[in-house]
């Protein structure tokens, strides 16, 4: 599996768990132009569920894909605003 966007930046929160891989995530979208995606790589299954609902309740996020492959789950989040 592979995303099919351009990916700006990887940040890889493998072996954090609740609720490192969210709280890394907020600050590394933060540093990012509108547009721009950042890939999100975790080994904890939590972050399925953590990221979609951070991303469906903040502002100025699209969660744009989620993968699972064999315990590690990527995440696809664009910056909109």
Known sequence: MSAEFDITQT???????????????????DDL??????EVVA???GSMSDIEG???GTAGVELLAQEEDDG??????????
């Open 43 to 45: 080994t904890d299954s």
């Open 33 to 38: 132009a509108a547009g721009e995606v950042l």
């Open 11 to 29: 940040l890889d929160v493998q072996g954090e768990s609740c609720p490192m891989p969210v709280v890394k995530t907020r600050g590394a979208i």
């Open 72 to 81: 590690r789950y990527t995440h696809y989040v664009r910056k909109t605003e």
């Open 54 to 56: 951070w991303a469906s």
